[in-house]
């Protein structure tokens, strides 16, 4: 966890041209202590961090996940039986459920809902672009749907959504 950090302020300082101080809300999202006006989302693997910054007026979610085979035994609990339909209909179904497992976990960031389930956001579309290497994910979640955007490597996947608040 210690690299990760490290990770963190390296590219804060890199962006913001000086030390930032990364606090957190008691619902535990981050936020910049001498930035106020600025949005945080931070997301970590084995191997990478990813940093999203915004301006203040949007909320934001960002994952990043190495591509392994956790997330396929673990399917059932994060996925219903219509969701699995719209994994399998990508010709790369162990992509598109890192994608899906993903865009579940930038969701709940940005939307920090009450429930700690990522059942409760529903796939309902789910394209994988191979040429450029970029997904597009919608989802449900409480009777409004959400697009979000990610981007793959063979290495990872990682998703971000960015709403105005």
Same mark, same amino acid.
């Given at each position: 966890?210690?690299?990760?950090? /490290?990770?963190?302020?390296? %590219?804060?300082?890199?962006?913001? #041209?000086?030390?930032?101080?990364?606090?957190?809300?008691?619902? #535990?999202?981050?936020?910049?202590? &001498?930035?106020?006006?600025?949005?945080? $989302?931070?997301?970590?693997?084995?191997?990478?961090?990813?940093?999203?910054?915004?301006?203040?007026?949007?909320? %934001?979610?960002?994952?990043? &996940?190495?591509? #392994?085979?956790?997330?396929?035994?673990?399917?059932?609990? +994060?996925?219903? &039986?219509?969701?699995?339909?719209? !994994?399998?209909?990508?010709?790369? /179904?162990?992509?598109? %459920?890192?994608?899906?497992?993903? =865009?579940?976990?930038?969701?709940?960031? =940005?939307?920090?809902?009450?429930?700690?389930?990522? $059942? $409760? +956001?529903?796939?309902?579309?789910?394209?994988?672009?191979?040429?450029?290497?970029?997904?597009? !994910? $919608? !989802?449900?979640?409480?009777?409004?749907?959400?697009?979000?955007? #990610?981007?793959?490597?063979?290495?990872?996947?990682?998703?971000?959504?960015?709403?105005?608040?």
């Amino acid at each position: 966890m210690a690299k990760e950090r /490290e990770a963190v302020r390296n %590219l804060l300082s890199e962006y913001l #041209g000086e030390s930032s101080q990364i606090a957190h809300y008691s619902n #535990g999202k981050p936020y910049l202590s &001498e930035h106020q006006e600025l949005s945080i $989302s931070i997301s970590h693997s084995d191997n990478d961090v990813a940093l999203l910054l915004a301006p203040c007026s949007y909320t %934001l979610g960002l994952d990043i &996940e190495d591509l #392994g085979e956790q997330v396929l035994r673990v399917r059932h609990k +994060f996925l219903d &039986e219509s969701e699995e339909q719209v !994994i399998q209909k990508n010709k790369d /179904e162990k992509l598109a %459920l890192h994608f899906a497992w993903s =865009a579940k976990e930038s969701l709940y960031k =940005a939307l920090n809902p009450s429930e700690p389930y990522l $059942s $409760s +956001f529903k796939i309902q579309s789910l394209n994988l672009n191979p040429s450029t290497q970029t997904a597009e !994910i $919608s !989802i449900s979640y409480k009777k409004q749907n959400y697009l979000l955007q #990610g981007c793959y490597t063979s290495d990872f996947v990682l998703t971000y959504i960015s709403l105005v608040l």
